[in-house]
């Protein structure tokens, strides 16, 4: 264990950091943010962390972000797992990247020098203007990985400086944060204040605010530490007036007392009252003139060494760092031995096949070092330093990391580097590299095609990062195309960012012009171009006259290409809107072959047909989005991922789990998060806030709505969503009269836009609603027996089942029940459990005040079943209040049988009945093992058995 009782006034922290690692041993995990200055002692602490792990017996994967490896695909994520993976057997390589693992091997290749090779054969190429490839693969993988490499034993991951980290490594940490409770592995990572932060902020914010996360600042040391570090280093006890002076120039910063003690030893400075003003002149840049100083007392080769692996980065290969240095082999290791004796350096032999390698101290010792070169030497040294590496066969991103350095037009060949950089950033899902990459190589001399390739590229990338980025590469590209075909697809890719970005009418104004200079109007891409226009239309919140819309595209010839069946889903989605059934059949046909899903640039029409299906309660939807949701993290991006998990959580949501459905919200709010998208995220926040309201958590529904459009009204497009579910907390809060006007205004705007579907937008109902609490009787019976007939024409069962049972609600006395038996009967054969719920809860009220209180009971008691069945204990309140009037016992049910199994639980255990293990379950369905041992154990428990053996017979 580390020397603790060195680390002055940090007692506390040490506790902090025993306990989190402790916390392994009960096989869950936690992150812990290490927040602090420069100098004031994280890495130390990180150190400390890593030496009660390891006595403790837990493995440790440690890694530091830095300054020049920011830009390099997962970088972080490979320091941690290489070392692992290096020193591991080829048996043991095979285990933990088997499986789902399997798809993080590319980050983890055998050989260690690069060549084209380690590219996905199937990545999408600069020059055809596909999107970046997905990196939830990446993701998923390396979860796997770690869960393989902790069966062994717990594992802790340690990351220094996360704040130079890249950032598909941040999201890795993203993604791995709310598994970790489940399995056994904890984050511990320092950064730097918000102040500090590098241009990743966004992620690091998310990575230090989520609840997962507990937050350690370390505050500066004070006098009487100060004191006791200046004795310890100088052997001397300091004036009381000297160690102030000392902590007022050093601020309490553990690095810079100690490298002021050793400037004091140095020039000899004893700590009496008379040295005081040599403490001032010293102490302000004491790190770097001590390297200044350090430096200038080496021999030349120890100093060009120094230099040389300065400019390479931290952890530079001691073979490369000589070469670059000038120095023959033996120079170099005698060399590296004189640098050692300075402290400002280390050699690690560990980790590493070919050479040592070179560690400074500190990254400020590195930067200084570097700062310290001449400007012309340090560009000429980044100029050799990429010369050399691609000579070597370094991997293309460490080559660019140095282009990255110097001036354009220095190297010849510098745009083809930047431009294979940019692929192989591309073929491992991270887009922020791939733009960086891309605008360096948009700074050399390109010919009018690679330019026009670059700047397609640049569009795809930011096309997940910034859509107004995108958009503004994609018109460049178009303005310097002369060629039609092409500059057509530029000018789709271009209207696709608009949308997606809320710009619909000039993405309308776009894709109108290219189809008029189509020479051919039933070509693949006029047909895609007209697909676009429709859907903008039809969600831009000005649609115009859908009907007309609609009769426009059913004109044109059907076909099974891509084009036809994203004709198919903007048909289906107009007739959604319209409230017409035939739109069922058509979103069917735009599914099939999963031709949509394939290419994240069309995949938000997936989503539209999605929704279709969920909204007509289709038998196959469910099915279908599991498929989604596994599709996404076998091959996709942000943009296929959100959606499948909102629309597979609506589902759920729809069919009565809303505890089941809020998961899978979350996890596609986790991605919306880091979308460029707006569109998705107001869908998934206003059905992740009505999975909250009908659970009684209005409060956090109101996070989630704000969270969903902040700032915003929310009336145009799917924006409505949120709107609606506004007007839903207000009358579920008890406020009728806000919510009335709130519902009110929805349907404004949802009339404006054409949209009379109320399994899409029952604004009627909820209208209806907040009359009968305002005792409005006529205006409520108007709004709700519209609804009914528009649910009777859409004619899918959840959504006339609620427009039934708000009739009965608000009806004369003489008619409720007619209408609420009506509901019932409807909602029993369909798979809408909450819903009919709700309607036998009404029933019995309105039974129970009739007096018919055995009828009541009945109905009360199977509300009561189906509320417990739903996990919606708010719910079933109610109804256990309202059985209790109606003269019976307050109901207490242990669910039993197979018909009490949640999806989740029914689909576990159908895996389980087939022989597949718990892991074998949890790699199927991407959740973690001990989430499949959990749902296990509710199915043993519901249907009464005691193992898997029994399953087959129960599930029959």
């Known amino acids: 264990m580390a020397n603790a009782k060195n680390l002055l006034e940090r007692t506390p922290q ?107 054969p199937g990545s999408p190429s600069p020059s055809n203007g596909a999107e970046v490839r997905g990196d939830f693969p990446l993701l998923n993988g390396l979860f796997w990985l770690l869960v393989n490499v902790c069966q062994d034993s717990p ?5 220094d400086d996360l704040h130079w980290a890249d950032e598909p490594s941040l999201r890795f940490f993203l993604y791995l944060l709310p598994r970790l409770a489940d399995i056994p592995v904890s984050i511990i990572f320092s ?123 931290d952890g530079a290969e001691l073979n ?77 991103e460490r080559v660019a990391a140095h282009l990255l350095k110097i001036p354009p037009a220095t190297i010849n060949t510098a745009h083809i580097t930047l431009r294979t950089a940019a692929e192989f950033a591309m073929s491992r899902g991270s887009p922020e590299a791939t733009r960086t990459y891309l605008l360096r190589c948009l700074e050399e001399p390109l010919s009018r095609t690679d330019r026009i390739d670059v700047l397609t590229l640049l569009g795809a990338a930011s096309h997940l990062l910034e859509l107004s980025d995108a958009a503004g590469y994609l018109r460049k590209a178009v303005d310097l195309s002369e060629h039609e075909e092409e500059r057509h697809h530029l000018a789709a890719m271009l209207a696709v960012s608009l949308h997606l970005q809320g710009e619909s009418e000039e993405a309308l104004r776009i894709i109108s012009d290219a189809i008029s200079d189509l020479d051919s109007p039933t070509s693949e891409l006029s047909l895609e171009l007209e697909s676009f226009a429709a859907m903008s239309r039809i969600t831009s919140g000005n649609p115009g006259d859908i009907a007309e819309c609609v009769s426009r595209l059913q004109d044109l010839p059907e076909t099974d290409s891509r084009s036809g069946k994203m004709i198919d889903c903007a048909i289906a989605f107009g007739q959604f809107y319209m409230s017409d059934p035939e739109a069922v059949p058509h979103a069917m046909r735009c599914l099939s072959e999963d031709v949509l899903l394939s290419e994240p640039a069309v995949a938000h029409l997936a989503a539209a047909a999605w929704h279709v299906l969920v909204a007509a309660d289709h038998p196959q939807a469910p099915a279908m989005l599991d498929a989604a949701v596994g599709k996404a993290h076998r091959f996709g991006s942000i943009t296929t991922l959100a959606p499948a998990y909102c629309f597979r959580g609506l589902s759920l949501l729809w069919r009565g789990f809303p505890q089941e459905a809020e998961r899978d919200m979350r996890e596609a709010a986790r991605a919306d998060e880091l979308s460029a998208h707006s569109l998705g995220r107001a869908a ?64 404004a705007s949802a009339d404006a836009q054409c949209c009379r579907n109320p399994a899409l937008l029952p604004w009627r109902s909820d209208t209806a609603l907040c009359l009968h609490a305002l005792s409005r009787a006529g205006e409520a019976i108007e709004y709700a027996t519209e609804e009914v007939e528009l649910a009777r024409v859409w004619g899918a069962p959840r959504a006339l089942g609620r427009a039934l049972r708000v009739m009965g609600v608000v009806s004369p006395r003489s008619q409720r029940l007619h209408f609420l038996e009506e509901a019932v009967a409807i909602l029993r ?20 005040s009739e007096g018919y209180r055995k009828d009541a009971r009945n109905s009360l008691q199977d509300a009561c079943t189906l509320f417990e069945r739903c996990g919606v204990s708010f719910w079933g309140d109610r109804a256990n209040t309202e059985l209790v009037a109606a003269g019976a016992r307050r109901r207490r049910i242990a669910m039993k049988g197979l018909e009490s199994l949640t999806p989740s639980e029914r689909r576990v255990a159908e895996f389980a009945a087939k022989g597949y293990s718990n892991r074998e379950i949890a790699q199927r369905i991407f959740v973690t093992p001990k989430t499949v041992e959990v749902h296990l154990s509710n199915a ?13 017979e129960e599930l029959r």
Not at 270 to 296: D, F, M, W, Y
Not at 829 to 848: T, W
Request: proline share 4%.
């Open 940 to 952: 043993y428990r519901k249907l009464g058995v005691a193992s898997r053996r029994d399953l087959p």
């Open 14 to 120: 040490i506790e902090v950091l025993t306990t989190h690692v402790k916390r392994l041993t009960t096989g869950a995990g936690a992150a812990l943010a290490v927040e602090g200055m420069p100098g004031i002692g994280k890495s130390r602490l990180l150190s400390e962390a890593s030496s009660i792990a390891r006595a403790m017996g837990i493995q440790v994967l440690s890694a530091r972000g830095t300054e020049l490896e920011r830009e390099f695909a997962y970088g972080l994520v490979r320091q941690l797992f290489e070392t692992h993976l290096v020193s591991a057997t080829p048996e043991q390589h095979d285990k933990f990247l088997s499986g789902p693992a399997a798809q993080a091997r590319e980050l983890f290749p055998l050989g260690t020098q690069w060549n084209s090779s380690h590219l996905d």
């Open 191 to 313: 950064l730097r204040p918000e102040g500090e932060k590098a241009a990743a902020a966004k992620l690091l914010t998310l990575l230090s605010s989520d609840s997962a996360c507990h937050v350690m600042r370390l505050l500066p040391l004070g006098v009487e530490s100060t004191r006791q570090l200046i004795h310890e280093f100088l052997g001397v006890e300091p004036d009381d007036s000297f160690a102030e002076a000392c902590h007022k120039a050093t601020g309490g910063n553990p690095l810079w007392i100690r490298e002021l003690s050793d400037a004091f030893a140095t020039e000899k400075v004893s700590p009496t009252i008379g040295n005081l003003s040599k403490v001032e002149s010293i102490g302000p840049q004491a790190v770097r003139k001590r390297v200044k100083l350090r430096l200038a007392q080496l021999e030349p080769a120890s100093a060009a060494l120094a230099q040389a692996a300065a400019v390479l980065g």
């Open 155 to 159: 594992v802790l991951l340690v990351a």
């Open 320 to 396: 490369k760092a000589a070469a670059l240095a000038g120095l023959a082999a033996a120079e170099g290791s005698a060399a590296a031995s004189d640098l050692t004796r300075t402290s400002m350096v280390s050699i690690d032999v560990a980790g590493s096949e070919h050479s040592p390698r070179v560690r400074f101290v500190h990254p400020l010792v590195r930067s200084a070092i570097e700062e310290a070169l001449e400007s012309t030497d340090r560009l000429a040294m980044h100029e050799r330093a990429a010369i050399l590496l691609d000579e070597a066969g370094a991997e293309p």
């Open 684 to 747: 998934t926040g206003a059905y992740l806030a009505e999975a909250l309201i009908e659970q009684g958590n209005f409060r956090e529904a109101e996070k989630v709505l704000e969270w969903a459009i902040p700032n915003g009204t929310g009336i145009r497009g799917m924006e409505i969503l949120v709107s609606a579910g506004r007007a839903r907390l207000l009358r579920e809060s008890g406020s009728y009269g806000e919510a009335l006007t709130q519902s009110l205004t929805v349907g």
């Open 829 to 848: 054969e369909s798979s809408a459990q909450l819903e009919l719920a709700k309607a036998l809860l009404d029933q019995g009220s309105i039974l129970r």
